[in-house]
Nanobody, 118 residues
Framework: VQLQASGGGLVQAAGSLRLSCAVS????????MGWFRQAPGKERESVAS????????YYVDSVKGRFTVSRDNAKNMVYLQMTSLKPEDTAVYSC????????????WGQGTQVTVSS
């Protein structure tokens, strides 16, 4: 199983980025997907998630109204559109997969760095 996140970079505050996560070697539509982030010296936190069909999403309060999670089951891709970025959004962002019906994330990808300058 492979999960590969991409799309990170350096952006100014109030800017936007779109993260992508390419998933391979699993039946993508059987998995819920999540985006997590970890800033230096902080614990990893769940940022957003989307269920297997795309019909249900979750966002941590700090990103509601600014981030949008989506998926394309035909392409085995999950996305995180980030707008109105703030310096406190700076972190390594990773995607992860949990089997339908489970809240335990089984597979994790390597992260992509997002740096927001003030």
């Amino acid at each position: 199983v492979q999960l590969q996140a991409s799309g990170g970079g350096l952006v100014q505050a109030a800017g936007s980025l779109r993260l992508s996560c390419a998933v391979s070697r699993l039946t993508f539509s059987m998995y819920n997907m999540g985006w997590f982030r970890q800033a230096p010296g902080k614990e990893r936190e769940s940022v957003a998630s989307i269920n297997w069909s795309g019909s249900s999403t979750y966002y941590v309060d700090s990103v509601k109204g600014r981030f949008t999670v989506s998926r394309d089951n035909a392409k085995n891709m999950v996305y995180l559109q980030m707008t109105s970025l703030k310096p406190e959004d700076t972190a390594v962002y990773s995607c992860a997969a949990s089997l339908r019906g489970s809240q335990r994330y089984l597979y994790w990808g390597q992260g992509t760095q997002v740096t927001v300058s003030s």
